[in-house]
Structures are given as C-alpha cells and as structure tokens.
C-alpha cells in the first residue's frame, strides 16, 4: 500500500521524534520510513510506553522475593503468592493528562485501563483504589478554584461511573489538594484481582502459524495517540487534544471480562492475550511477537471498524477502549469466535504469528507498514538525564521555624485543620463509589487502610468447589491495601519524602492487621529534562528503594508519568505508594477509632516536634517550607513491626497512624470517625516540654495511636518508645497542655471535619 504524505522535518517534530531517534529508526528499517512506521514509533518510543528517560533508574528497584510470580517489567501486572495455590494481581497506573483535558472520560478510561491489565494476566478484579491530586477548592476568591471544583467533581463521578457499572468495588485511596496541582490533575487508578497459580497468562504471541484474533469493541478514531498526548507538557492549547481521550463503555467492558476469563479457562485454548491500551493494536501485536520472540501478519481490512474511511495510521494508533488482543491455538478459532460471540463481542481472527521477528501490518495484499517487533518495543533509545538539585530545595531546607510564632488560639488551628480539604473527611467522594458490591468489603473506605474478604469458593473465580464442611480458613483470604505519599514531603527533600510514602503505606497496613507484602507504584513528576525535575525524580527512587528493602516489600510493577507541568509549573513530585498486605487472620482486623469508654490511650514512638512540611504550617502560616521529616527505616521497621505484633496478641482495640495534622488530628479522628457511635478521651501532654504546636501539631513520622484495656498496658509498654496519653471516654477530645486544658465537641469536630469537602463543593457554580 503506498503513503502519500511525505515525512518532513515537521512532520517528525509533531510526533515528537528527535533528529538522532529518526537516524535510529531509518538504521533498524534500513530505509525512510512511511507515516504509518512514523506514528508507530512515536508512540511506542514515546516516554508513555518506553520509560526512555526513567528505565536507568527504576532498575534499582528491588524485585526479588519468593513469593512474586511475575516481576516488574515482564507482564501488564506484577503477581504475588498469597498462599494455598493462590495469587494476586495489583498495578497502579495513571491518567493524568487525559483527566485534565476531559475529566469525566479521563477518569473513567483510567479505570477500565487498570481493570484490564489485571484480569489479561487471568485474574478477576476483586477491587479498585485511586489516588487524586488537584489545585486548592477552597480559594473561592482565585478563578482556578471554581476550575478545580469541575475537574475535582468531573474526575470523582468518571471513577464511580466505570466502577459501579462493572460491578467492581472502589474500596479507598487518598485525594490531596496543592496550588502546584492547578491545571495538571493527578489521576493515578489502581486495580487488584485473585487468581490461582495455574490460571496466570502471559502477553506472549508463540507457535508459529497461531491465530491473532482481535476481541472486544470495534476500533475508532477516540484516543487517537494517547500515549504520545501523555508524554508532553500541558499548555494552554491542550484542549486541542480532546480527540486523544478515550471514551470508555464500562457495560462493553464487563462483557469483555467475563468473556476473556472463560475463554482463558479454557483448557489449552489461549497462548498469550494482551491488552490494547497504550498505542492500542501497536502495543499489542509488538509486545506480544518481542516477549514471545516471533512475528506477528495482521490485516487491517480484518480489524472490526465503528468509524469508515480510517487510514491505518489511524487504526494503529487508536486507543478506543475495551479491546484485547488474543494468541490462541491453531485450529481452535471457532472456539474463541463462539465464545466472544456469545458475550455479543468481536471475535475476528486478523492475521498470525510468524517466524521472521517482524510486526508486519498489511490492508489486504499491501503492507503499510513493516518493523522489527522486538527493536520497536524493546531498543528505544535511553537517556541519562542531567542532574541539579532544585535551588529552593536548598533554601526550604535551611529554613528556621523558630521565627514562625506559634498560634493563640489553639482551638481554632484543630478545627481548621480537619477542615482542610487535604485531612477533611473524603466521604464526598467515596459516598459516590459502590464499595460494598461483591460482598467483600470488610473495612470500608476512612480507616488506615482497606480490607477485603476473598471468598476462595466464589465459582467466578474458576476454581474447583469446596467440600462440604471444609475448613473454613482455607476457603478465605483477608487483605488490606492502601496508597499513599505526601508531596509535600518529597518537594521539600525528595529523598526523606519517598522513604516516608513507603513506610507510612506500611504503618497504614500494620495499623490494619496486615503485614505489609509488596508495592506498586506510580511516579508522577514534570519534564525530565529539566535537571532539577530529574534530581526530584532520582532521589525519590532511591529513597523508596531504601525503604522497600528495609520493609522487605519489593515492587511488582507500575508507572512512570513524566511532563506533569502545565505554564504554572511543574507539579511537586508524587511517587504514589500502593502497597499490598496480608491478614493471616480475620481476628487481628483493626480500625482507627476509639471502641469504648475506660480504655487506656497510647502513643507508640516518640512526641517529636517537626513542623517541617506539615499541614499545620501550610494552612495556618501559608508557609509550603522547611525541613521535611526525617525517616529512621531502622527505626520504623521496628516499630511497625511492634505494632503488628500485639496486634497479633489481642492487646490492641483500635490503631491509627499519625500523619497530615500530627498528633491532635489523629487523636480528633480516633474520636469521630466511627460515625454516631463516637468516644471521646482525655488526654493529659502536660509536661510536654518545646513549642506546643509542634507536640500537637507536628508530623514527626514512625507513631502509632492505639487504645487497649487498662490491664494490658504494662504488656505493651516495653520494647520501644510508649507513651501513656490518657483514657478513653465522654463525648469530648480534652487535651492538657502546659498552657491548660482544651476541649472539643467530639460531634462538632466530627461536623467540620465530615462535611468540609461536601460544603465547599456545594458552594458557588462550578463547571461540570
């Protein structure tokens, strides 16, 4: 097939391609390529696809353990041994600049995007979390502010659409809000499911001569480069780019799960399956021919169309959504075709795997275009980015909080602290989410961390039928999952702030009753090429490779998302933390708030008194400074490893982390957060010596809340730092303080701090 269009040096700056990268792509075709080839490269050599700038640096992750199935960079998803011939499935992934643009479809797209990762490894998404980032909704005198409530309200309602539709739960996550956030949103989804080991399939094209079949949507011109759009700054033209957003039908979807699991539970009916995400039919057929080491021939007169007249540039690079690619055994199509047909899906065989290494794509007899598959997914080139740390990074550090003067009304600051959207209640958002479908939900979201149920016996979960009177813990898993990271953190010393995001996601978990297992993660920062961008970047990965390694969670997998920068900026860097956990028993389950009145309260690890990046000096002075916590990994490993042990003994009735707000807002959320059935507690910091705020209102990191039976105090109180606060009891938070005694309302706390987000989005127009 001839290309007219002639490749210009325009033409390549469009897609991005650098003079020295086109040099490299003539030498692996041995010839010009033709605009089709053109826009196939751009996209798989694009950052999106690629990691061409981070692939150095995330090698220093650790991925090793005897308990993962499938490591980082080999599948769509990382897979852990949970015990018992059973195994879950977990990525993170995100949507940043798509949500920006149209919220809504960006969001959601993200959703059903991470879904299918999970289940084209053979899994069944069991659930979803997110975590979200936006500019500040509460400056209504700023024109950004009424822009961030539509992308705020636009993203949450894309999120709860596709999940409520498809019938997976939403059971958590996390949403702060920050200036450096203003037009660059940050949407990172993530997704888990179960399977056993002998049901795990790979995106592999092997045996030549085995049919390539297209099943799911049909292909049209939305998303149209999307992984090219992703690997760009956003400018004030970017809504230019609404046509490389994804449109996503979470019904359509749904088919396409329950068709894909029963096929691949088909005894020897699939060689390999993929998820046309990223780059779409590009992605799909060159992964699948480079991990398995072939070719793959399609035809795109085959490929199921909903739009006339599409060039192939523009079915190769489409990302029209709910749409797989399939390996299956030669012989066996009508198998395949009558099992999609039945979900009312396309099945179409279009094309097959072959011997010469090539990803050839052919409209009939004419080849549009021809490429080494495993130098187009595999040798793009990789860049060492220059290195300089940021000059305010440097001044923020060598701040002195002795010149900040501590606050007058002490009862004020708390009330306008759980009155911050970043620590308020997210009950607006997560009331949206159905987070009860599928039975499972055992803690739901506004505790440290979720937990879910997995009842083993499920008959969707394609596994053989328990027998009657089996033991009923072999027929149940409990796990807790959570995301975190706090930007503030890692802009102020990036370093300390991916240690913190690795180690708070492991106190969460331990505050649960889990032990922590294994991380994904999502890496969100601005141009890499600026070398202040890349130094933040750098220095988070290693601080969370150190803490991995401590906390002995390796990292399965997950996603780099570069060019987070919109004219105001770049965004401060966000490596978000998912991490997985694991509940040997459903009796060690634990929730943050307080359980009864006479119970005595405790702090496990030291007061501290670090303002440094804390909520208390961003929302009360307006200060974004000073020195960040710092992380002992030593330290904190025992710790949570304390926490989790008398857990484990049946010492412990409730366990919260202390984080954003510090000491007193974790204190107020034990009290309230248990709805009507609120306990308050009297808690004496008498003879806490330094600067009250920081006692109350510092983030020092590694401290755990918990309450216990009087009688169990002394079993507890040994080993490491503990500190008897007081007891529970009443209907008020007391504190007392070298400067006397403070009391709250437990129910008026409770009404700043549960309605804050809901009043602010009720208030004023917002864009929809």
Known sequence: MKTEMAITPEIIARHGITDEEYERIKGILGREPNITELGIFSVMWSEHCSYKNSRPELKKFPREAPFILVKAGEENAGIVDVGDGWAIAFKIESHNHPSAVEPFQGAATGVGGIIRDIFTMGARPILNMNSLRFGPIDDASRDACATNKGLFAGVVAGIAHYGNCIGIPTVGGEVYFDECYNGNPLVNALSLGILRHDQIKRGKAAGVGNPVIYVGSATGRDGLAGAAFASRELTEESQQDRPAVQVGDPFMEKLLLEAC??????????????????????????????????????????????????????????????????????????????????????????????????????????????????????????????????????????????????????????????GSPSIASKNWVYRQYDHMVQHGTVVAPGSDAAVVRINLGRPDLGAPAFAAGADSARQEKYIAFTTDCNATYCYLDPFEGGKIAVAEAARNLVCSGARPLAVTDNLNFGNPMKPEVFWQFRRCVEGICEACN????????????????????????????????????????????????????????????????????KRIHGLKTGRAPRMDLSYAKRLSDFVLEIIRKGLVKSAHD???????????????????????????????GGRLDAALFGETQSRVIVSCAQEDVEQIARGIPVT?????????????????????DAAGLRDVWWNAIGRLMDSGARDE
């Not at 997985?580 to 496990?604: E, N, R, Y």
């Not at 008897?724 to 009443?730: F, W």
């Open 658 to 688: 202390c984080s954003e707000g510090g000491l007193a807002v974790a204190l107020a959320e034990c009290c309230m957060t248990n709805g009507d059935a609120m306990v308050g507690a009297m808690i004496d910091l008498g003879k806490v």
């Open 724 to 744: 008897v606060l007081g007891e529970t009891g009443g209907g008020e938070l007391a504190i007392k303080t070298p400067r006397g005694e403070m009391s709250w």
């Open 261 to 418: 699991l029963e096929v691949m539970r088909t005894e020897g009916l699939v060689v390999g399956i993929q998820d046309m995400g990223a780059a779409g039919l590009t992605c799909s057929t060159c992964e699948t021919a480079s991990r398995g080491g072939t070719g793959n021939e399609i035809d795109l007169n085959l490929v199921p169309k909903r739009e006339t007249g599409m060039t192939p540039y523009e079915i190769m690079l489409s990302e029209s959504q709910e749409r797989m690619l399939l390996i299956a055994q030669k012989g066996r199509e009508k198998e395949v075709e009558a099992i999609f047909n039945k979900w009312d899906l396309h099945g179409v065989t279009i094309g097959r795997v072959t011997g010469d290494g090539l990803m050839r794509v052919k409209v009939g007899e004419d080849v549009a275009a021809e490429i080494p598959a495993k130098q187009l997914a595999e040798d793009a080139p990789i860049y060492y980015r220059d290195v300089k740390q940021p000059e305010e990074e440097i001044r923020n550090q060598k701040f002195d909080i002795g010149k900040v003067k501590e606050p007058k009304d002490y009862h004020g600051v708390l009330l306008e602290l759980l």
């Open 550 to 617: 401590v906390f002995g969670t390796p990292v399965t997998g997950g996603n780099v998302s570069f060019y987070n920068e919109s004219p105001a900026g770049a965004i401060d860097p966000t490596p978000t933390i998912g991490m997985l956990g694991l509940i040997d028993d459903p009796k060690h389950i634990t929730t943050q708030w307080f359980k009864s009145a006479g119970d005595a309260v405790l702090l496990i690890g030291e007061i501290g008194d670090e303002l440094g990046g804390s909520e208390y000096l």
